[in-house]
């Protein structure tokens, strides 16, 4: 029987040293998150929400802690990561990206091609499927990367700011397109953002971390029902209260942080 908690952190710490002085970027971060939820952390810049993803990612090491992500299957990855830059190889055309990790599993070729073609279509880009990223907006290679995370159907997806780079409208749009494939596949997703208004849309529960050495300050539950629109969100006066919340805890975060390290 699958565990009903996808991910569970227990007293993690980061601590980093620079230049021989110690810096502890997260403190005693504990969570867990359930099988299928989409969370989003935000947070003031240098809180550690991309730290914290890449241990999620194994990516680093924490200090102290530990975490557990709860395999389901044997032979798919625990985790797909989608980073803020276009993490596209630009000597693979589309195609070739989106079955990367695919073909890095040996996964049989007609299922490669299967899955391959399925992504391709649910963000857009048959018809770009022959291109090269130097020939795509900065749009269509996120497509890409969104594309071949879900496509590699991991246990759970780490996205790090996947949409800040993007104008309004590519924004929505991918938005919309993200939503869409989560609702059929489900996956347990811990998506960073800056947006508060891109994390009332996307998730089911918010994350609020401190000011460095980051630590999970608060959790606000989003009761919205979906499928959503950023119409509704921003329209709905329950959603103006949540965004106030979260706006007020940004702004005494931010003063915090300026007032330490003016010490």
Sequence with gaps: ???QEKIQVNQLTKVFFKNKERVMALKDINFSIKNGEFVCILGPSGCGKTTLLRILAGLEKSSSGDHRIHASRTNHPLQSMVFQEQGVIPWMTVQENVSLGLRMRH????????????YLQKVGL??????????????MKQRVSIARA????????????????????????????????????????????????EAILLSDRIFLMSAQPGTIKDEVKVDLPRPRQMTQVRSDPKMADVFLKIWNHLQTEVQESRIKSER
């Design 107 to 118: 996964v049989p070729k007609n299922h490669i091609k299967e899955r391959t073609k399925t």
């Design 126 to 139: 048959t018809p770009y499927a022959d291109l090269y990223p130097k020939e795509l907006s900065g749009g």
């Design 150 to 197: 879900f496509a590699n159907d991991p246990e759970i997806l780490l996205m790090d700011e996947p949409f800040a780079a993007l104008d309004e409208q590519n924004k929505f749009i991918l938005q919309e397109e993200l939503l869409s494939i989560w609702e059929e596949t489900k996956k347990t997703v811990i998506f960073i953002t800056h947006s508060i208004d």
């Design 1 to 3: 029987m699958q565990s």
